[in-house]
């Protein structure tokens, strides 16, 4: 258990719901919940989820804290608003669902191996080395994640989608050795490190 997880856990000990509500953004909204499962059955994806959204609130309302945060069910939620345009009780249940996944990677509480959480860390990584992603090693990164035979297999099996992307000009050989990126790399990354100690700051206050 991470030293964060622990005390959050201590902090909120017996009330899950009072946690959500205050550290996952738009949490407070939970409790609006009225178990009508309009959103579970409007999820174009529930329905291979182990948990839907009408599900996790009512676990976080039963305080099963431990399942919903290594759940894998919100980190699969791919915004398509369907569940929020039809929510009798207008929660912004996609928001709510990306908060509690966020909420859990700061926790350590991510499931192993969870594909979206991969790829959101490796584009993160990406991301903040010039400001600007750098298509080829994001492919790259992505193929090769585990590792270098497995990488070889993934390239070759994409090798059409890399050359057309070469073509349509969206990926460029070159970008293996630099690649674009904004002028101020150092004043992006250092806005980003103070936005995320407020943050940090943020949770322990709340711990
Ligand atoms: S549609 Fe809204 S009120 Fe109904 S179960 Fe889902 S979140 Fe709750
Ligand atoms: S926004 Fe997410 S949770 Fe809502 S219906 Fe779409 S995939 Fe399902």
Redesign the pocket.
């Known amino acids: 258990m991470s030293d964060l997880n622990t005390a959050m856990a201590e902090r909120y000990r017996n009330n899950f719901l009072k946690e959500v509500e205050a550290n996952v953004e738009e949490g407070e909204w939970v409790k609006m919940?009225?178990?009508?499962?309009?959103?579970?059955g409007s999820c174009p994806l529930g329905n291979a989820w182990e948990h839907t959204?009408?599900k996790i609130?009512m676990m976080i309302r039963a305080g099963k804290r431990e399942a919903v945060l290594s759940s894998d069910s919100m980190w699969m939620c791919t915004s398509c608003y369907n569940?929020i345009a039809?929510?009798?009780?207008g929660?912004p249940?996609t928001h709510i669902m990306h908060g509690l996944a966020h909420y859990a990677k700061r926790l350590g509480l991510v499931p192993k191996n969870q594909p979206t959480q991969e790829f959101s860390q490796i584009f993160w990584d990406n991301l903040m080395k010039k400001g600007r992603v750098n298509e080829l090693k994001l492919g790259l990164s992505l193929y090769f994640k585990d590792g270098f035979g497995q990488g070889i297999k993934n390239a070759l099996a994409n090798k059409q989608l890399g050359q057309n992307m070469m073509k349509a000009k969206r990926m460029n050989a070159m970008e293996f050795f630099g690649g674009h990126g904004i002028k101020d790399t150092s004043g992006l990354q250092k806005m980003i490190k103070k936005a995320q100690e407020i943050e940090d700051a943020k949770i322990q206050g709340n711990s």
């Open positions: 919940c009225m178990q009508c499962g309009v959103c579970a959204p009408q609130f569940c039809r929510c009798p009780r929660l249940i």
